[in-house]
């Protein structure tokens, strides 16, 4: 767990901290001065609990985030912390297994019938599709007076008509054409050519 409140390291406080499945301890020291060392117990000295936790891991380390003070519960570094998460993790997933032991000793459910005088819902009847390929654009920003900007899906080509609901575009599109990839036969007044 990092330490949050600094004023608890002390001389004679015990830090521990993890590092590949290795637990070290770092013993709080103060010079005659009142400044504070820390030392391993192999006698190494170092002036941050940041120089120890880099010296021991090999790359730059946070102390005050690695170490922990011994007299604390929980873990001392995030290797541990991804320990309790797969702990979890593992937990969660038997609920399931729980669940589904549960459900095949209940008894099955009585399935519910639909009432005689329930209505059924009326279905459109299958037929061509139809996709609208004349859209009017969002954003109408620079467009001048007087007209409406547009785009044709079919051209994919923009353009501005005066026309409040133009039918074709300046290709000829109509506004509405049938789907080719709906695989439906289209009636031939749908086309326009």
């Not at 521990?16 to 192999?42: M, S």
């Not at 099955?108 to 139809?130: H, L, R």
């Not at 654009?137 to 133009?166: T, W």
């Amino acid at each position: 767990m990092a330490i949050e409140n600094r004023n608890l390291v002390r001389p004679g406080t015990t830090l521990i901290g993890r590092h590949k499945g290795a637990e070290y301890r770092l013993q709080v020291l103060a010079t005659e001065d009142g400044t504070l060392i820390y030392q391993l117990p192999n006698g190494q000295q170092y002036t941050s609990s940041s120089k120890a936790a880099t010296d021991i891991c090999g790359s730059n380390r946070n102390g005050w985030a690695w170490w922990s003070i011994a007299d604390t519960e929980g873990p001392a570094n995030p290797d541990d912390v991804m320990v309790k998460v797969h702990e979890a993790a593992a937990l969660v997933r038997s609920v399931p297994k729980t669940l589904k032991a549960a459900r095949e000793k209940a008894p099955a459910p009585t399935p519910i019938t639909e009432a005689p005088s329930a209505k059924k819902k009326a279905t459109a009847p299958a037929g061509p599709k139809m996709v609208l390929c004349i859209k009017r654009v969002p954003n109408q920003g620079g467009v001048p007076e007087g007209h409406i900007k547009y785009f044709c899906s079919c051209c994919m080509k923009s353009f501005l008509s005066a026309e409040r609901d133009p039918q074709t575009c300046p290709d000829g599109h109509a506004k509405r054409q049938v789907d080719d990839l709906a695989g439906v036969d289209a009636p031939k007044e749908a086309v326009v050519d």
